[in-house]
């Protein structure tokens, strides 16, 4: 009978990426037996993982790092202002070291499935190895953006040269060095590898289906004054990450773009194209974003950007987007992108224009005729969002799958739980604010420890979101993203993959609002004794 069952840990976390990280120290504190269970051989999820040339922050370094430690912000030196992988790495292991959590992780550890006991009231993971452990509580530390995926196209897997995913980088350098290398994809990672790639291969082919609007980053060292001065601000900078809509050092102005003259709109434009950052998505006028007129401006200006920065106008055509505009698709930051268009050893296929009829041992062919590599880097995404839960079998009471209950798309209450799946937590899950996301990781597992040390205080076993709760919570994320134009476009934010079968309908994955309004809404929620939680 599982009514025998007692459970081997308090809480079981599935993965050691920055919110895994976090929530073990925060449950650690108190006192409570916590394991996470993690799938590849280090901490650091998506820093650890996504090694390609290239990868690097979009937020400013100061802003992504965690705000919970005084001695940590104070003892931490970053080198940019937006850093590289190696550095965020050494980073996130630095944290682990300094915070002794690896003691409470199990590495190479994939988890297979997560099954609700019900009598028991805990949870049963089983890794792929088979290993069979339970806990009281079960949290997701799995990411919006870990769960990549492969073109369906035919004869992938038959090239016999190398072939990477951006997401399954080698932790052995790639050299590209007077190589012939294709990449598929010019989404966020695509656009930063290629940048690299770039800089050695003997010949790159890029093979884009679906150009994005991207800006540049304008990146640079941090001398000893700036660091003095960024460590000084932290305080400030982090009150005002908490305050500004998607918790980024930027958020809109609060000028209308018709509110002012068309030459103060170009200067404007012209401002933000030129700073650092996400200013240009993220600080512009309050209505670009909504409105189909203003955001038709800025859209023209970027356009008129890429123009003058790529020589072959035939070439900059292509890379201008034609089916969504300005922002509304996340923003990928380049440094000098467009310009390696303008290189003799970089050509770009327009895959719309001749489709890539399969990849061969030897390359790729197109409607178009052939073409041999030595490299492939498929730059191709992840199944984002929804993805990295469908890839584990999670049932929740009466053995439901949790795959089937989020078939139409995913229902939750705050992002945080699921009806149905009692005492598990998600981190960063459907439904939440994402925005600058350790922003979002550090409130998300605040808000998970407070419930469960309120259910230990009490003396509680069982934690379920209300059916009401849930219906009235994804009514409210639906209504609070209407009228945006980014959930009009089909996009990773919309939870559109068309390398996944059955995801090709556009759903409402996140919390389109602000994260001060998302916080307030969670905080209420916590003030009043979690009316909507069923406990016991």
């Known amino acids: ?39 590849g051989s280090g901490v650091g999820g ?6 390609y040339p290239g990868a690097r922050f979009d937020s400013e370094s100061y802003s992504y790092g965690y705000s919970f430690s005084q001695d940590l912000l104070n003892e931490w030196n970053w080198s940019e202002h937006f850093a590289a992988q190696p550095e965020t790495l050494r980073y996130l292991n630095h944290v682990a070291d300094k915070f002794d959590l690896r003691r409470d992780i199990v590495f190479h550890s994939r988890v297979r ?137 930027h958020t809109p102005d609060p000028r209308g773009t018709f509110e002012v003259s068309k030459e103060e709109r170009e200067a404007f434009f012209e401002k933000l194209y030129a700073s650092p950052g996400f200013g240009i998505w993220q600080g512009n006028f309050r209505d670009i974003l909504v409105d189909r007129a203003a955001n038709a401006e800025i859209t023209d200006f970027v356009a008129r950007q890429i123009r003058q920065r790529v020589k072959d106008q035939a070439v900059a055509e292509k890379l201008i987007p034609k089916n969504h505009g300005f922002g509304t698709r996340r923003v990928p930051l380049e440094t000098r992108y467009y310009e390696v268009y303008n290189q003799p050893n970089v050509e770009l296929v327009d895959i719309k224009e001749t489709p890539i009829v399969r990849i061969t041992p030897t390359g790729i062919e197109t409607s178009a005729g052939a073409y041999e590599f030595d490299i492939i880097v498929y730059a191709t ?40 799946f009692p005492n598990m937590m998600m981190l960063v899950g459907p439904h939440t604010a994402l ?44 209504n609070i993203g209407a009228g945006l134009l980014s959930n009009e476009v089909s996009s990773w934010f919309t939870g559109v993959n068309s390398n996944v079968e059955g995801k090709q309908t556009r759903i409402i994955a996140r919390y389109s609002g602000s994260a001060p309004a998302y916080r307030a809404w969670c905080d209420e929620v916590a003030d009043k004794g979690y009316r909507e939680l069923e406990l016991a």
């Open 1 to 39: 009978m599982t009514t025998d069952i007692t459970p081997d840990y308090d809480a079981i976390i599935i993965g050691a990426g920055m919110s895994g990280m976090y929530q073990l120290l925060r449950l650690r504190e108190l006192g409570l037996k916590v394991l996470v269970l993690e799938a």
């Open 46 to 51: 998506t820093w650890y993982w996504n090694r």
């Open 113 to 249: 499935a997560a099954h609700y006991l019900d009598d028991a009231r805990c949870w049963e993971i089983t890794s792929e190895d088979g290993t069979i452990r339970r806990a009281r509580f079960l949290v997701t530390a799995i990411g919006p953006l870990s769960a990549p995926t492969m073109p369906r196209i035919e004869g992938v897997g038959s090239f016999k040269g190398e072939a990477y995913h951006t997401a399954n980088w080698p932790h052995t350098p790639v050299d590209f060095a007077g190589k012939r290398v294709a990449v598929i994809g010019t989404g966020s990672t695509g656009v930063q590898t290629i940048q690299e790639v770039s800089k050695t291969a003997g010949h790159l082919t890029v093979f884009q289906r679906t150009p994005n609007w991207c800006a540049p980053l304008h990146n640079s060292k941090i001398d000893d004054a700036t660091q003095a001065q960024v460590k000084a601000n932290y305080p400030e900078m982090f009150a005002r990450c908490r305050e500004t809509f998607a918790c980024f050092l």
């Open 381 to 420: 995404g992840f199944d984002a969002i929804t993805g990295s839960f469908d890839r584990i079998d999670i049932r929740g009471a009466g053995g439901q799958r949790l795959k089937d209950k989020w078939a139409q798309g995913p229902q939750t209450f705050l992002g945080v739980q699921v009806e149905g």
């Open 435 to 478: 925005g600058n996301i350790p922003r979002s990781i550090e409130y998300n597992v605040d808000w998970v420890t407070r419930l469960i040390r309120t259910m230990r205080d009490r003396h509680l076993t069982f934690a379920d979101a209300k059916p009401e709760a849930v219906a009235a919570w994804t009514e409210h994320v639906k």
